[in-house]
Structure formats: C-alpha cells, structure tokens
C-alpha cells in the first residue's frame, strides 16, 4: 500500500488482497485508523459491499464469516517515532506482522544506512523483542542480496524477510560478470 487512507486500504481488500502491509506507522492512532479500514465491524468500519474479494457475492457469506480473522495486517516500523511507541503500536487488536524497513528507520535517526551504528542495531534488537513480546510476527528488508544476511536474520529471529530488490540484484549481477570480462580482455 501507499499509505494508510481508508479509502485505498478497502479498495486493495475489496479487489481480493488478503492482507496489506502499511507503511509508516508511528502510532496507536495511526495503528487503529489501519484496522478501522481493514477490519468489518464489531473490530473496525470497514464498509461492507460486493467486490472481487468475496466472487462478487457468490461466496458473500464463507468471506464474511472469516474475513477478519484471515485479513493478515502488517505495520511497517520505519521511524524512531514508531521505535519510541511499539507498545502502543502493537496493542492495537488485530496487527499480525510489523516490518523494518531500514533505510527510512536510519535515516529518521540521523544515521542513514549506518546499519552497523549501535543506536540503529539497538532499534532493531527494541522492535524484534517488542514483537516477540505481544506475539507479533517479526519482519525486516535485507535490501543487499546477501544470503548470509537473510540468515543472520533468521537465527536472531525475524520471520518475515524481504530479501533485496528486483533492480539491486540485477545490478549486481551484472557489475560481477563485467568485472569478470574485465578481467578476460584486460580492459
């Protein structure tokens, strides 16, 4: 999702999304405003109407009957702001997952991409324990390509991983196999 407007979330659930991530949340206020618009009352407002979700009302009442147990929510924490309100944050009702993203989390800090510095390592340790503390699925980006990343982040205990970008893989692999022409020719 692009933001967090009510308007939009229900239009991605309603087209037949299973869950959506939002991104920048800070607060319980802003964690709350996302299950309004993701949840069907008595948890949220969402608004009930036909849509692709439930087959256009062919399968209206299995979709009603589970919708708000299986719509999967996920907060992405990426601002101290949010690092400074996780208890908040994560005692809103009905949140699955919430996910670094590290890039807008250093950057709000001072420190952008400084993923090394103490205070960053400390902000990710603060978020993965808060999530294993109220039972919330613990995700992160690993925006290089590097297994062994994605592997140290799965032993410290993150569940949910994205792993690089379509263009920074491509990137790289393309940087090596010049580097390895250049080696041929000599260039």
């Given at each position: 999702?692009?933001g967090?407007?009510?308007s939009?979330?229900?239009?991605?659930?309603?087209?037949?999304?299973?869950?959506v991530?939002?991104?920048?949340?800070?607060?319980?206020?802003?964690?709350q405003?996302?299950?309004?618009?993701?949840?069907y009352?008595?948890?949220g407002?969402?608004?009930?109407?036909?849509?692709?979700?439930?087959?256009?009302?062919?399968?209206?009442?299995?979709?009603?009957?589970?919708?708000?147990?299986?719509?999967?929510?996920?907060?992405?924490?990426?601002?101290i702001?949010?690092?400074?309100?996780?208890?908040?944050?994560?005692?809103?009702?009905?949140?699955?997952?919430?996910?670094?993203?590290?890039?807008?989390?250093?950057?709000s800090m001072?420190?952008?991409?400084?993923?090394?510095?103490?205070?960053y390592?400390?902000?990710?340790?603060?978020?993965?324990?808060?999530?294993?503390?109220?039972?919330?699925?613990?995700?992160?980006?690993v925006v290089?390509?590097?297994p062994?990343e994605?592997?140290?982040?799965?032993e410290?205990?993150?569940?949910?991983?994205?792993y690089?970008?379509?263009?920074?893989?491509?990137?790289?692999?393309c940087?090596e196999?010049?580097a390895e022409?250049?080696?041929?020719t000599?260039?």
């Open positions: 999702m692009a967090n407007q009510y939009e979330t229900k239009r991605y659930l309603d087209a037949g999304a299973v869950g991530i939002a991104p920048l949340i800070n607060t319980a206020e802003e964690a405003e996302l299950i309004r618009s993701v949840k009352p008595p948890i407002e969402r608004g009930v109407g036909y849509g692709r979700s439930h087959g256009y009302g062919f399968d209206f009442e299995n979709y009603m009957e589970k919708a708000n147990d299986e719509t999967f929510v996920c907060v992405q924490i990426e601002h702001k949010a690092v400074n309100n996780l208890d908040a944050i994560f005692s809103t009702k009905g949140i699955n997952a919430a996910f670094i993203g590290p890039y807008d989390l250093s950057a001072g420190i952008t991409a400084q993923f090394d510095h103490p205070d390592i400390n902000a990710v340790d603060t978020i993965l324990n808060k999530c294993i503390e109220h039972g919330i699925i613990p995700g992160i980006h290089k390509p590097d062994d994605v592997k140290q982040k799965i410290k205990g993150f569940k949910m991983i994205a690089s970008l379509d263009i920074t893989m491509i990137g790289a692999s940087r196999g010049l022409i250049k080696k041929i000599k260039l």
